[in-house]
Structures are given as C-alpha cells and as structure tokens.
T-cell receptor
Framework: DVKVTQSSRYLVKRTGEKVFLECVQD?????MFWYRQDPGLGLRLIYF???????EKGDIPEGYSVSREKKERFSLILESASTNQTSMYLC???????????FGQGTRLTVV | RKEVEQDPGPFNVPEGATVAFNCTYS??????FFWYRQDCRKEPKLLMS???SGNEDGRFTAQLNRASQYISLLIRDSKLSDSATYLC????????????FGKGTRLSVIA
C-alpha cells in the first residue's frame, strides 16, 4: 500500500513563527502536492512538485514556500505564520500521468 | 465558471435508500475522473475511478458523460457507514498536472 506520512497530526504555533510541515512518501512517486482545506472552501492547492528540486505554484502560494531536496520528501514552510493560516494541511503524492493521488493523514495547524 | 462543481448538500437519506450525486466540470479536455470519500477529520481516500464506459463496484456506480461534462455517483442500499463527504475530482490535462477537487457533497445516512 502507498504510504504518505505527515510529521504531525496537530500543531499549535504562535504568530510570526517559522513553521515546517514535513511529508514523506514511500512509493517512489514523481509528483507531490500540498493542499489546505477549510470549511466551505474545499481543498485548495498551495504548491506542487513533479520532480526533485522542482516546484510550481498552486492557487494560493502566498505566505508559503516549499522544498523538495529528495524525491520522497516534500516540505511546506510558513515563513511567518499568521492566524489566517490556521487550517488543515494535506500532503498528497501521485505517480504522474492520469492517476489518482494518495493523501497523508493531514496536519491540523492552529496559529495563535 | 468554477472548474469542478458539486451540490454541497447535505443529503439526508434513510438506510436502504438510493442516492445520486452529480458533478460538472468546465474543461472539455479533461482526461481522468475520480470520486473520493472523506470522513470527518480524516484525509480524502479514493473511492473509485470513473471510466467512459461507466463502472460499478458493489453498491457504487460511477458514470461519465463527456458531451455534457458531468460525472455521477450512485449509491444503492445506503448504509450508515456511507455517511461522509464525497469529492468529485478531475484531472484537467494529461501529464503532470494536479487534480482539481470539487468542494464535496455531504451525505448523512439515517437509521
């Protein structure tokens, strides 16, 4: 089975902190994604990567950056956390092409 | 026009009922289609892929209508355990492009 693992289920951070969300997949997938999910807004794409050291902006990249130094790991960075970044963050991976994506268990981030 | 649209519901149905969800997508060049299920406070999980010829998996049937650009999901003989949010998902292009998710349709199956 594909396994996508996010480093934390729940996280509480203070406004202005730098926050790292880590995601690791074990199926040698080419593509990795970061989404955030908010009530009434659905899943919104923040960034994605289709190769090591490659990254593409999604629909809402402002306030975020990403890093993909190794194929299996895709990190989301909040440079200076703000309260409007309180959300559920979901990492996903896919082999590429017209295939489905597999999700990690999600990180519920609260910024206070 | 939003890329993938779904009726948000909620759909409240009794056990044993048949319920259908529809979803429309904006890009006629879309290549692949899926239904995901998401339980409360959990991650989305693939329920089934949707093929041009339609496909069935037990009580679940998915249909694709390319001419009208909509996808449907039919659940027969609803169970309490079917209560969840159902997400319509579309790959708008071929190759390495992200999936586009609808906002989901909530289903509550009531005893």
């Amino acid at each position: 089975d594909v396994k996508v693992t996010q480093s934390s289920r729940y996280l509480v951070k203070r406004t202005g902190e730098k926050v790292f969300l880590e995601c690791v997949q074990d199926m040698d997938h080419e593509n990795m994604f970061w989404y955030r999910q908010d009530p009434g807004l659905g899943l919104r794409l923040i960034y994605f990567s289709y190769d090591v050291k490659m990254k593409e902006k999604g629909d809402i990249p402002e306030g975020y950056s990403v890093s993909r130094e190794k194929k299996e790991r895709f990190s989301l960075i909040l440079e200076s956390a703000s309260t409007n970044q309180t959300s559920m963050y979901l990492c996903a991976s896919s082999p590429g092409g017209n295939t489905e994506a597999f999700f990690g268990q999600g990180t519920r981030l609260t910024v206070v | 026009r939003k890329e993938v649209e779904q009726d948000p519901g909620p759909f409240n149905v009794p056990e044993g009922a048949t319920v259908a969800f529809n979803c429309t997508y904006s890009n006629s060049a879309s290549q692949s289609f899926f239904w995901y299920r998401q339980d409360c406070r959990k991650e989305p999980k693939l329920l089934m892929s949707v093929y041009s010829s339609g496909n069935e998996d037990g009580r679940f049937t998915a249909q694709l209508n390319r001419a009208s650009q909509y996808i449907s999901l039919l659940i027969r003989d609803s169970k309490l355990s079917d209560s969840a949010t159902y997400l319509c998902v579309v790959n708008m292009n071929s190759g390495n492009t992200p999936l586009v998710f609808g906002k989901g349709t909530r289903l509550s199956v009531i005893a």
